[in-house]
């Protein structure tokens, strides 16, 4: 949910600058390198204090990790693309590389309640078509609500309701 939060609040952000001071945006990309590298730097102190927690290794966990280290990857190679970089693609790309990604871990673990959230996510990337290139952020801050907060959420919620049982 760390990256779920971080990138909605960042996208927030973003279009609040556009909104509001459309004349001050030089320094969104540095806002950007800044929130993925708090992001990383989070995210490996959380690792690194959580790894003696999993005691199971399966398939399924290690499967679903190799896709989100794919996704990471996908989204470097999309950032240095001299096709994208610079550009308002980049938000509908690292978009559609996340909800495929979305996808695969859904299918995996079965979340069956969660396939309605990945569609949702779907409709929002069909809305970088239709929309001014403005309100992109706001695209991606509702598909991180809808494909990372929301299952965050409730994966935490039955996990609180099993841990008793």
Same mark, same amino acid.
């Given at each position: 949910? $760390?990256?779920?939060?971080?990138?909605? $609040?960042? #996208?927030? !952000?973003?279009?609040?600058?556009? /909104?509001?001071? %459309?004349?001050?945006?030089? !320094?969104?990309?540095?806002?950007?390198?800044?929130?993925?590298?708090?992001?990383?730097?989070?995210?490996?102190?959380?690792?690194?204090?959580?790894?003696?927690?999993?005691?199971?290794?399966?398939?399924? #966990?290690? $499967?679903?990790?190799?896709?989100?280290?794919?996704?990471? @990857?996908? @989204?470097?190679?999309?950032?240095?693309? +001299?096709?994208?970089?610079?550009?308002?693609?980049?938000? +509908?790309?690292?978009?559609?590389?996340?909800?495929?990604?979305?996808?695969?871990?859904?299918?995996?673990?079965?979340?069956?309640?969660?396939? #309605?959230?990945?569609?949702?996510?779907?409709?929002?990337?069909?809305? &970088?078509?239709?929309? %001014?290139?403005?309100? &992109? +952020?706001?695209?991606?801050?509702?598909? /991180? !609500?809808?494909?990372?907060?929301? %299952?965050?959420?409730?994966?935490? #919620?039955?996990?609180?309701?099993?841990?008793?049982?």
């Amino acid at each position: 949910m $760390l990256w779920g939060y971080l990138i909605t $609040l960042a #996208s927030l !952000f973003h279009f609040c600058i556009l /909104m509001f001071t %459309p004349d001050k945006t030089s !320094f969104i990309g540095y806002f950007w390198i800044a929130t993925t590298i708090i992001g990383f730097i989070i995210s490996f102190y959380m690792g690194y204090k959580d790894r003696k927690k999993a005691l199971v290794k399966t398939i399924a #966990s290690t $499967l679903n990790t190799k896709i989100w280290m794919g996704f990471g @990857v996908c @989204v470097v190679l999309i950032l240095f693309s +001299p096709i994208i970089q610079n550009n308002w693609l980049v938000y +509908p790309a690292i978009s559609t590389v996340y909800i495929y990604a979305l996808y695969l871990s859904v299918a995996i673990y079965r979340f069956k309640e969660m396939r #309605s959230l990945v569609l949702i996510c779907l409709i929002c990337l069909l809305l &970088y078509s239709y929309l %001014p290139f403005l309100y &992109y +952020p706001l695209v991606m801050a509702a598909i /991180m !609500f809808f494909g990372n907060i929301m %299952p965050g959420h409730i994966i935490r #919620s039955k996990t609180k309701k099993n841990k008793y049982v």
